[in-house]
């Protein structure tokens, strides 16, 4: 199954090129079930092949990725909690997404801060939806873009290099992602450790 998924998309990608991948990871970015594992790996294996340039397939990636994390941010921020909520409880199953999922990004977003826009684009089930708290929040955009960018800059390109160094081989393929999503996620928690113990350090120091 996985690997006729592959094929569709290695297809699709060489036909669409570069505005494909940017529209695809737009999608995967915002409230659409679509993974990135079957948008980026194929581009990438192209571009084994000389078909594409790795380097535009990581730089669309991560402005398909921008896309979709903006457009979750502003859909927050103008609609408000009361309206989004409403919509995730009336539409969320045509999209997979569960009743509670926007509290549980606000736990996510309020425990960690600001810097839970970057860790949660590194996290499974986390990366698509952390935008939302961020828009009813108010986040600062230009920090909101740079976190974004960062986390989703470092989960495309682990992607592209397994599409570029494995190619379409499944198992092998399947192995490194899931490596690679324990290794993020092991980062991800080091990160936030780091960074409450250094806040809350700095906190410490200004009090009299």
């Given at each position: 199954?996985?690997?006729?998924?592959?094929?569709?998309?290695?297809?699709?990608?060489g036909?669409l090129?570069?505005p494909g991948?940017?529209i695809?990871?737009?999608l995967?970015?915002?409230?659409f079930?679509?993974?990135?594992?079957v948008?980026?790996?194929?581009?990438?294996?192209l571009?084994?092949?000389?078909?594409?340039?790795i380097?535009?397939?990581?730089a669309?990636?991560?402005?398909?990725?921008?896309?979709?994390?903006?457009?979750?941010?502003?859909?927050a921020?103008?609609l408000?909690?009361?309206?989004?909520?409403?919509?995730?409880?009336?539409?969320?199953?045509?999209?997979?997404?569960?009743?509670?999922?926007?509290?549980?990004?606000?736990?996510?977003?309020?425990?960690?801060?600001?810097?839970?826009?970057?860790?949660?684009?590194?996290?499974?089930?986390?990366r698509q939806?952390?935008?939302?708290?961020?828009?009813?929040?108010?986040?600062?955009?230009?920090?909101?873009?740079?976190y974004?960018?960062?986390?989703?800059g470092?989960?495309v390109?682990?992607?592209?290099?397994?599409?570029?160094?494995?190619?379409?081989?499944?198992?092998?393929?399947?192995?490194w992602l899931?490596?690679?999503?324990?290794?993020?996620?092991?980062?991800?928690?080091?990160?936030?450790t780091l960074?409450?113990?250094?806040?809350?350090?700095?906190?410490?120091n200004?009090?009299?």
């Amino acid at each position: 199954m996985f690997e006729e998924v592959v094929k569709f998309f290695l297809e699709l990608t060489g036909k669409l090129g570069y505005p494909g991948i940017i529209i695809l990871m737009a999608l995967e970015s915002s409230f659409f079930p679509f993974p990135s594992e079957v948008v980026i790996p194929p581009a990438a294996y192209l571009a084994s092949k000389g078909q594409f340039n790795i380097w535009l397939v990581i730089a669309s990636g991560i402005f398909g990725s921008l896309l979709g994390a903006w457009f979750n941010y502003f859909l927050a921020l103008r609609l408000g909690r009361p309206v989004l909520q409403r919509l995730i409880l009336r539409y969320g199953k045509f999209f997979f997404l569960p009743p509670n999922t926007l509290e549980k990004m606000e736990a996510f977003f309020e425990r960690h801060g600001h810097i839970s826009t970057f860790i949660g684009r590194l996290i499974p089930g986390v990366r698509q939806y952390i935008s939302l708290p961020a828009g009813l929040g108010r986040m600062n955009f230009l920090l909101f873009t740079v976190y974004t960018a960062l986390g989703a800059g470092i989960w495309v390109s682990v992607l592209a290099a397994a599409g570029y160094l494995i190619g379409a081989n499944e198992e092998l393929l399947h192995a490194w992602l899931r490596r690679s999503s324990v290794f993020l996620i092991l980062f991800s928690v080091l990160l936030v450790t780091l960074y409450l113990y250094f806040y809350r350090r700095r906190r410490a120091n200004r009090l009299p």
